[in-house]
């Protein structure tokens, strides 16, 4: 059974650059399955997807946010990576990683990491 | 694309069908999932291609629906089903877009 368990800092300075980090167990993220995404959530409000990546391909990102992205893979460590750039207040919110299946006819997410909140504040 | 979700909230007592929609600016085709989020967790897929369930997904939930219309059923709704729902549609992006969820509230 795949799991997905974000880490990081959990408040970080406006105009600081936010640094997440996806730890993938129960398979290998270069398996050549799967994209590796993330996902942002604002504390009682919906979803913004934010980026995929592909161990062999160039990452896609929402074009609001695509200037201020980097994502990246450690396969040694099994993990991959978002960093987000000059980031403010509206940047708060739980920020989850997620697996999508490739071949299964679409960009959904099957597994989806717990979440992890990051404020962004002084 | 931009996906708007009604009703907002959605009353039902345990055992009462539920339908929630979801609505596309533009066609996508079945190219639409559904995800149910319970309180302080994360997301769950529950449909994928507008009616497929993936293994596990109880099969009071159908989704059905193509081009701009979709709905979710659940056609009696448990006490674990109280949550809330978001559609997401895969059609075009980037952006992928979700819609703004319905809460399936206990009447």
């Known amino acids: 059974q795949v799991q997905l368990q974000e880490s990081g800092p959990g408040l970080v300075k406006p105009s600081q650059t936010l640094s997440l980090t996806c730890t993938v167990s129960g398979g290998s993220i270069s398996h050549g399955s799967y994209y590796w995404s993330w996902i942002r959530q604002p504390v009682g409000k919906g979803l913004e997807w934010i980026g995929r990546?592909?161990?062999?391909?160039?990452?896609d990102h929402n074009p609001s946010l695509m200037s201020r992205i980097t994502m990246s893979f450690d396969t040694s460590k099994n993990q991959f990576s978002l960093n987000l750039s000059s980031v403010t207040a509206a940047d708060t919110a739980v920020y989850y990683c997620a697996r999508v299946p490739i071949g299964s006819g679409g960009y959904f997410f099957d597994y989806w990491g717990q979440g992890i909140l990051v404020t962004v504040a002084s | 694309i931009v996906m708007t979700q009604s009703p907002a909230t959605l009353s039902v007592s345990p055992g009462e069908r539920a339908t929630l929609s979801c609505r596309a600016s533009?066609?996508?085709?079945?190219?639409l999932a559904w995800y149910q989020q319970r309180p302080g967790q994360a997301p769950r897929l529950l449909i994928y291609?507008?009616?497929t369930r993936p293994t596990g997904i109880p099969a009071r939930f159908t989704g059905s629906g193509s081009g701009t219309e979709f709905s979710l059923t659940i056609s009696s709704v448990q006490s674990e089903d109280f949550a809330i729902y978001y559609c997401q549609q895969y059609y075009s992006w980037p952006p992928l877009t979700f819609g703004g969820g319905t809460k399936v509230d206990i009447k």
């Open positions: 990546i592909y161990f062999s391909g160039s990452p």
């Open positions: 533009q066609s996508v085709l079945t190219n």
């Open positions: 291609g507008a009616s």
